[in-house]
């Protein structure tokens, strides 16, 4: 019980924002994400750690996407 209430708790602050970039679509995104997520976890055999996310987060803003709340 108290992993499922910390794993909600997760999902919920996860929920709290997106990337958002003007003029783009979807598919955009999609193809940013993925591109940014190799660059970010190559190397890491498949352990996701707070720095390999801020390497990711970088990456999406370095592309032009912004964190705007939900």
Do not use: I
Request: charged share 25%; aromatic share 10%; hydrophobic share 40%.
């Amino acid at each position: 019980m108290k992993f499922l209430v910390s794993a909600m708790l997760v999902l919920a602050g996860c929920a709290s924002w997106h990337w958002e970039k003007r003029g783009v679509s979807a598919a955009d995104y999609e193809l940013d994400e993925k591109y940014c997520k190799l660059q970010a976890y190559s190397g890491t055999e498949g352990l996701v750690t707070k720095a390999s996310v801020r390497r990711m987060h970088e990456c999406l803003e370095n592309k032009g996407w912004s964190k705007v709340a939900n």
